[in-house]
């Protein structure tokens, strides 16, 4: 059992969810995820939050473990006749999956906001945890690549499988987004923040950018709340996305410490892998705290593990609450 | 190969879609069927046509002929996860039939008209015969009940298994509403017009009551094209559904002369069963011209050969184009 109550986790899609399961283990309903909604689409009329879906399923514990998306024992009627119908099909959606969806579409346009929709969702399914979208307001990632210019995130990362080369990141409507009453509450009261591994450019770097998020997280900092990063690139390598080609072609190092100095300022510690070990030095230069372990997450008890480790690390972060008796 | 080339069919859902089915089988694309919207509604944010797609179904020879709605072969996992999610699904639609309510709401959501929309259904399917709304305006069939007051139609027909007592209808949107420019051509072009054996209240009347589109039956009667009923009734039964009720709860006879008055002044001929043969009499004094045969349509070749003597009955019923050389 952890000493931390409150843990707020930033993520995007499968790496984030893992780690988020793992997390809620330890905690169960003590867990908030603040999730990216710059991946967002409309595809068939229908309104998709596929990394939402992701965190929302892994959290349930009916993700699909071999696809990395979507859910488990999935049937895939409809979208077979929706390609009879003439329908590009590119983005994959299962019927359990398409339920969702619909619900999501019909509960939006009756008015309801998309934080209580996904938190009805979340309650049907059984997760313990708050999945909290980023915002209400609609945000969507654009990557311009060196083959087809400006693309949609979904259209880069599913129908071009992150084949082109990213060369700038731009997220619509962020400007004028702001984040939810539920992420404003969520940040104000953690005692513990993580940065997920997820990308941090099309993951965690939406959800930052949410104008005041950052300031929240600030604070929170400055009251003494660990916020702590872990390592999407391990051995040079990201676990899963195109991360490690996104890092290279947008001028960093495709390495632990190359995500660690996008955090440079912001986090107050780091996780990394270790195979990476020789970089911790390089790490805590940037003035962050570093924890050197396994951050491969394989199997259920390999996500908790790791969660532990974080869990007891942002501890030994938390010099001034211990000083306060707790 | 009948001397008639432009048939037009006015119908609701199963029976109409089964004589439908017959007549194309002797014309193919030269059959245009009007179809009922006033049982269209929306389910989970989906725009569903329910007449229409058990046309569209039945004229690709697709339907579930067992349920005697829907599509063969169907799989349910969307309707079991919606349930899942707190949706009332007592409106049951199955995987492949979904694809359908999510194209058809999306395209919409676009702009594009309801008629357009249902033909591209149609081409994708192969349907031979065009199926055409009675128009794209939106128009809702409500039942004032003995034991529910007013009800929305599928509420009462679905929801309620028709168990309530008719005691009025109405069409919500109608007098707003204006045949669609595709009926219009039809009703012009029509060599003959059919009344198929459909609920005379809340399938075919809905179509008559659009404003418009029963002076233009009229004006193609007053041409010599002739327009000819099927009874829904045989035997003082409805083949399938509420007919013979409301009949009775409306104030009318139940039987294929009931159904007689209810379209005198309106068609010149009237097609009723063998079983029924004793009531000709009273439906010739109507001033209609009649064709005793069997109107029971089991199988295939059933509405094949019921389509046959409907067509061959109405042969017979154009003088004056048959003067003219035809």
């Known amino acids: 059992m952890t000493a ?10 499968i790496g984030g969810a893992r780690l988020a399961g793992g997390l809620q283990e330890h905690l169960g309903a003590r867990l908030k995820v603040i999730v990216n909604v710059g991946d967002d689409l409309e595809r068939h009329g229908l ?11 892994t959290l349930a514990g009916i993700e699909n473990t071999e696809a990395g998306w979507g859910l488990e024992e999935e049937t895939w009627s409809v979208a077979a006749q929706l390609e009879v119908y003439g329908e590009e099909t590119w983005f994959r959606l299962g019927d359990r999956d398409m339920a969702a969806h619909i619900v999501r579409t019909a509960r939006l346009k009756e008015g309801q ?9 979340q309650l049907a ?6 999945i909290l979208p980023m ?6 990632t654009e990557l311009r690549t060196e083959e087809d210019g400006w693309l949609e995130f979904q259209e880069y990362y599913v129908r071009l499988r992150s084949e082109p080369t990213v060369l700038e990141t731009r997220f619509v409507g962020i400007e004028g987004s702001r984040p939810t009453p539920e992420v404003n509450v969520a940040l104000a009261e953690a005692d513990a923040i993580v940065l997920g591994p997820s990308n941090p450019f099309v993951s965690i770097g939406p ?5 005041g998020l950052r300031e929240a997280i600030d604070w929170a900092k400055a009251r003494g709340v660990p916020i702590v990063a872990v390592t999407p690139i391990v051995g040079g390598h990201a676990i899963k996305g195109p991360a490690d080609r996104m890092l290279a072609s947008l001028g960093h190092d495709v390495s632990a410490a190359g995500v ?19 970089l911790e030095p390089s790490i805590a230069e940037l003035g ?11 199997d259920r008890a390999g996500r908790a593990r790791l969660a532990g480790d974080v869990l007891g690390f942002m501890e030994t972060l938390q010099p001034r609450r211990e000083e306060a008796g707790r």
């Open 288 to 298: 962050m705290a570093t924890l050197v372990t396994d951050t491969i997450m394989g």
């Open 260 to 278: 660690a100095r996008l955090y440079r300022g912001l986090v107050t510690g780091f996780v990394l892998d270790n195979v990476d070990a020789a």
């Open 47 to 57: 309104y998709l939050c596929p990394d939402h879906d992701t965190l929302m399923y």
């Open 207 to 211: 959800i930052l950018d949410v104008p």
């Open 125 to 130: 399914l059984g997760v313990e945890a708050k």
């Open 4 to 13: 931390l109550n409150r843990v707020v986790v930033l993520a995007g899609g």
């Open 113 to 121: 906001r998309l934080t209580e929709i996904a938190r009805a969702l």
């Open 135 to 140: 915002t209400d307001d609609i945000v969507r």
